[in-house]
């Protein structure tokens, strides 16, 4: 099925705003400055999206999107033991190209906990997908040792991002040992 010039040039301003949201951040996701990333005014940009909370949501699903490729990209030959994965996992995610994934995920995540109804399905769902990512990768005897696996994969993934961003790098890269 052929795209319509309306939804390429709303998918072509999700990714000029994905950008804009990777390098400045939810704090910047105000429509004015969004409309000025995108190249065009907040009024064409709610032409293209019901409203901001859809513009946002868009946003997200790209910057989600772009992440969950890099790791398919990054993904192990064959399933590995939780220890191995999430050393492998954390060398990934902490490489500078991808901290910026990470910063929005700490600001996402931080939105969700304050109970924002915009953010918190977001971060659920993409939470959501990582623990299924997790569990496509990891070695288990069994489904339920696999589902537990990546559940702590993602704790400790969660964690040592959090140590990270308060700038305790060492104290991250030691919880691998």
């Known amino acids: 099925m052929e795209q319509s010039k309306t939804d390429e040039r709303r998918s072509a301003i999700v990714d000029r705003l994905a950008d804009h949201v990777l390098a400045h951040g939810l704090v910047s996701a105000s429509l004015r400055p969004l409309a000025k990333a995108a190249g065009t005014s907040d009024r064409m940009l709610l032409y293209y999206f019901t409203d901001k ?66 953010y918190s399905p977001i971060a659920a769902a993409i939470g959501q997908g990582f623990l299924a990512w997790g569990e496509a990768q990891l070695a288990a005897k069994n489904d339920a040792e696999r589902a537990r696996d990546a559940a702590k994969l993602l704790v400790a993934i969660e964690g040592m991002m959090l140590v990270r961003a308060i700038g305790l790098h060492e104290v991250a890269n030691r919880s691998l040992d």
Do not use: N, V
């Open 53 to 118: 909370s859809e513009l946002l949501a868009a946003t997200l699903q790209r910057i989600a999107e772009r992440m969950t490729i890099a790791m398919a990209d990054h993904a192990a030959p064959e399933p590995l033991p939780l220890p191995a994965l999430q050393k492998r996992l954390a060398s990934l995610l902490f490489e500078d190209r991808f901290w910026p994934y990470m910063c929005i995920w700490i600001e996402l995540a931080s939105r969700a906990a304050r109970g924002d109804p915009l």
